[in-house]
T-cell receptor, first 111, second 113 residues
Framework: SQQGEEDPQALSIQEGENATMNCSYK?????LQWYRQNSGRGLVHLIL?????REKHSGRLRVTLDTSKKSSSLLITASRAADTASYFC???????????FGKGTRLSVIA | SQTIHQWPATLVQPVGSPLSLECTVE??????LYWYRQAAGRGLQLLFY??????ISSEVPQNLSASRPQDRQFILSSKKLLLSDSGFYLC????????????FGPGTRLLVL
């Protein structure tokens, strides 16, 4: 079963605007990761945040994690048309337990 | 550097025919390996994962099977395909040295007619 649930399912914005996607999960985690998938391609890892971290930055990406609310958000600032893709959150635990992926948010950035 | 290969890229098969999808990883040793399926516009469903040669964990009961005959080779098979087996199949790996990140292959699009 899927643990992460992204919200919204689809998001359409103008180039230059910020895009915010949210992820909620149900059980305790060791880390939460965000991945990007261009249409018809494999997933690409964007950023990982550990359960003892609250915020992390990577370029135009900002991820927050609130373990008390079991939620995370991904903010893409100054979006570009090339950011158009599906974005997935995935929750992870220690050891060999596989990541559990959500259903994803489809982001469309209009030039 | 590590790379992951999947083939074929696209496959059209009749109902009832067999299936064999192959995934290989280069540049790492003893990786965890994963097979996912993604229906059109949907999320990823974990099908199988393996932590070593000959070790397969099945997440979803169905007419698919997986095998790991070599350290860096993961094969997804079926004896008789169903229409519902259509989808986008993704292989991924994770290495101890690389932490918790999973790295995905380019995927195989399977259409069962």
């Amino acid at each position: 079963s899927q643990q992460g649930e992204e919200d919204p399912q689809a998001l359409s914005i103008q180039e230059g605007e910020n895009a915010t996607m949210n992820c909620s999960y149900k059980t305790s985690i060791n880390n939460l990761q965000w991945y990007r998938q261009n249409s018809g391609r494999g997933l690409v890892h964007l950023i990982l945040i550990r359960s003892n971290e609250r915020e992390k930055h990577s370029g135009r990406l900002r991820v927050t994690l609130d373990t008390s609310k079991k939620s995370s958000s991904l903010l893409i600032t100054a979006s570009r048309a090339a950011d158009t893709a599906s974005y997935f959150c995935a929750t992870g635990n220690s050891g060999n337990t596989p990541l559990v992926f959500g259903k994803g948010t489809r982001l469309s950035v209009i030039a | 550097s590590q790379t992951i290969h999947q083939w074929p890229a696209t496959l059209v098969q009749p109902v009832g025919s067999p299936l064999s999808l192959e995934c290989t990883v280069e540049g790492t040793s003893n990786p965890n390996l994963y097979w996912y399926r993604q229906a059109a516009g949907r999320g990823l469903q974990l099908l199988f994962y393996s932590v070593g040669i000959g070790q397969i964990s099945s997440e979803v009961p169905q007419n698919l099977s997986a095998s790991r005959p070599q350290d860096r080779q993961f094969i997804l098979s079926s004896k008789k395909l169903l229409l519902s087996d259509s989808g986008f199949y993704l292989c991924a790996w994770r290495g101890l040295a690389e932490g918790e990140t999973q790295y995905f292959g380019p995927g195989t699009r399977l259409l069962v007619l």
